[in-house]
């Protein structure tokens, strides 16, 4: 099966900075790579994802870049804001949205937004 | 808007009792999923269901069991606790665009 691997785990940035998460995956079939938001006490909650016939999407202050040879995709939050403190999972599925065989995922990274 | 509603917030329960934890979508999904929250490990796939009475396996379905009766009712089922099952568990219903997540239930098995 699939195996997502995320770093780092922990992320400290200064506001106004920017912020880069990395993941890798394993299985050359995952087609979909979502990326989501939980803060503290909430659910998670899709922020952005991108299909592999795409290497790069951008929303506004975030972006997703993909490398389908090397299997890795990296999430990137410019002029970061105190609202960006989060932890933030990366995934990959073989499907879209969530499939009908659900998404793995990475283990997270707490992204601390330092004032 | 999305609504997935799961039944607790907060479940304290007893080694070897039965636990049933329960979630309901709105908006008609078909795939709905159990996911299980710890911290440095993520979000872990425990069952999944893609249509009434069907489930497949996830990642972790060791001492879990699901139920699968009606479209937007999904529940699962820890036979008998133990207390290594101590831990946030996800539902979550999936639209072609994202995986909607409840609001979690977190279990304490003492």
């Known amino acids: 099966g699939e195996n997502v691997e995320q770093h780092p785990s922990t992320l400290s940035v200064q506001e106004g900075d920017s912020a880069v998460i990395k993941c890798t995956y394993s299985d050359s079939a995952s087609n979909y790579f979502p990326w989501y938001k939980q803060e503290l006490g909430k659910r998670p909650q899709l922020i952005i994802d991108?299909?592999?016939?795409?290497g790069e999407k951008k929303d506004q202050r975030i972006a997703v870049t993909l490398n389908k040879t090397a299997k890795h995709f990296s999430l990137h939050i410019t002029e970061t804001q105190p609202e960006d403190s989060a932890v933030y999972f990366c995934?990959?599925?073989?499907?879209?949205?969530?499939?009908?065989?659900?998404?793995?995922f990475g283990k997270g990274t707490h992204l601390i937004i330092q004032p | 808007d999305v609504k997935v509603t799961q039944s607790s917030r907060y479940l304290v329960k007893r080694t070897g009792e039965k636990v049933f934890l329960e979630c309901v979508q709105d908006m008609d999904h078909e795939n709905m999923f159990w996911y299980r929250q710890d911290p440095g490990l993520g979000l872990r796939l425990i069952y999944f269901s893609y249509d009434v009475k069907m489930k497949e396996k996830g990642d972790i379905p060791e001492g879990y069991s699901v139920s699968r009766e009606k479209k937007e009712r999904f529940s699962l089922i820890l036979e008998s606790a133990s207390t290594n099952q101590t831990s946030m568990y996800l539902c979550a219903s999936s639209s072609y665009r994202a995986l909607h997540f409840g609001n979690g239930t977190r279990l304490t098995v003492t």
């Open positions: 991108i299909r592999s016939n795409v």
């Open positions: 995934a990959a599925s073989r499907g879209s949205g969530g499939g009908a065989d659900g998404l793995t």
